[in-house]
């Protein structure tokens, strides 16, 4: 969907009337996040508050990647679903409550693992919500190339983190910079520790409040390091450097 700019309908007006009393977003603003095409990967407990919020916000057009069905030990955190929910597909019921909650939106649905082919729709921005590294890095290799901007978030136990790229305005230091490609996934998990459901909703607001951000042009936070620990309160950002050989960003390799 887009909006006429001065001239958005009634409805409009009053759904995005506390974006429009803003004078940093205002009409135009609103807009640009009509105008925005954001690929989620990973429906659980972070892609839930991101899509809801990001579809609440009126962005235009949302890709929702995930192959997994909603299973009873995802109610916890993953607030987009209820128990009636269990074994259909996390994208149908995701675009289902999203589409309800603003039926002006594209949404489109990808019942599947991200891969490189469906990295190459045209989308703005991808918001990693997924649970591996191997798919962060593939996400992380797909928008360095196409020069995309990326928001990865994770959490465990009382524990999340964020890291974002903008690698249109800032193609040195990635996310392979601070995390290394060849690096084993991590032992411990969601599935064999446990997460508080609310560490990954407060995660996942941030990646959506980044998305925000960055399509309204105030995002100046490049690769730094957001950690939230939900036991102490306390947040904690860390500006990471680039390394010099990384494989995907470093001008030494590429050139
Ligand atoms: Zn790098």
Redesign the pocket.
């Known amino acids: 969907m887009s909006l006429d700019a001065g001239n958005l309908s009634h409805k409009q007006f009053m759904r995005y009337s506390r974006h429009l009393l803003m004078d940093d977003i205002g009409e135009a603003g609103q807009q640009k996040l009509s105008n925005a095409r954001v690929l989620i990967v990973g429906l659980g407990g972070l892609g839930c508050p991101v899509a809801l919020y990001l579809a609440a916000a009126g962005i235009g057009e949302l890709g929702l990647c995930d192959p997994d069905t909603v299973e009873l030990s995802n109610l916890q955190r993953q607030i987009l679903y209820t128990e009636a929910d269990c074994e259909q597909l996390k994208v149908s019921c995701a675009k289902r409550e999203l589409s309800a909650l603003n039926p002006n939106l594209q949404i489109n649905s990808y019942a599947e693992k991200v891969s490189g082919q469906l990295l190459l729709n045209n989308y703005d921005i991808v918001v990693d919500c997924t649970d591996n590294l191997a798919a962060r890095q593939l996400i992380n290799q797909h928008c360095?190339a196409e020069k995309k901007a990326f928001v990865s978030a994770s959490a465990l136990g009382w524990e999340g983190q964020l890291v974002a790229f903008d690698f249109a305005h800032n193609p040195?230091?990635?996310?392979?910079?601070i995390i290394d490609k060849d690096s084993p996934e991590p032992l411990l998990n969601c599935s064999n520790s446990g997460v508080v459901g609310p560490v990954l909703g407060a995660m996942g607001s941030l990646q959506a409040t980044t998305v925000i951000r960055l399509l309204l042009g105030f995002f100046q936070q490049h690769g730094e390091m957001q950690r939230y620990d939900g036991k102490s309160g306390r947040w904690l950002n860390l500006r990471a450097a680039?390394?010099p050989q990384?494989?995907?960003?470093?001008t030494e390799i590429r050139e």
Request: glycine share 0%; net charge neutral.
């Open positions: 360095f040195s230091l990635c996310f392979n910079c680039a390394k990384c494989d995907i960003c470093s």
